[in-house]
């Protein structure tokens, strides 16, 4: 049973940066795909990005170029680095874990607390 614990997020800004971070515990983190999603008030949960074993990493077109995924299998840790942000990008964050990677929701196993972003024009 993995365990996904995130860290606070914030009030930022547009064209601020805010990094997220997502620390696992409870299995081996290198064997895990990770993602971030996000959901927006009365809309359904999105993807934003995910990063492979390998460290391959899909980002959505909707924050290509601002967010990089990244992680440190040292620390058991997936970071979301957020640039350039813009209010549109105000949601609850949530970081995955699955065996597997891609865009849809089912493909993870475990998931964050989700994590309030609020970025004010």
């Known amino acids: 049973q993995v365990q996904l614990v995130e860290s606070v997020g914030g009030l930022v800004q547009a064209g601020g940066s805010l990094r997220l971070s997502c620390a696992a515990s409870g299995g081996t983190f290198s064997r895990y795909g990770l993602a971030w999603f996000r959901q927006a008030p009365g809309k359904e949960r999105e993807f934003v990005a995910w990063i492979s074993r390998s460290g391959t990493t899909t980002h959505a077109d909707s924050v290509k170029g601002r967010f990089t995924i990244s992680r440190d299998n040292a620390k058991n840790t997936v970071y979301l680095q957020m640039n350039m942000l813009k209010p549109g990008d105000t949601a609850v964050y949530y970081c995955?874990?699955?065996?597997?990677?891609?865009?849809?929701?089912?493909?993870?196993?475990?998931w964050g607390q989700g994590t309030q972003v609020t970025v004010s024009s």
């Open positions: 995955a874990a699955g065996s597997f990677v891609g865009v849809s929701t089912t493909l993870y196993n475990y």
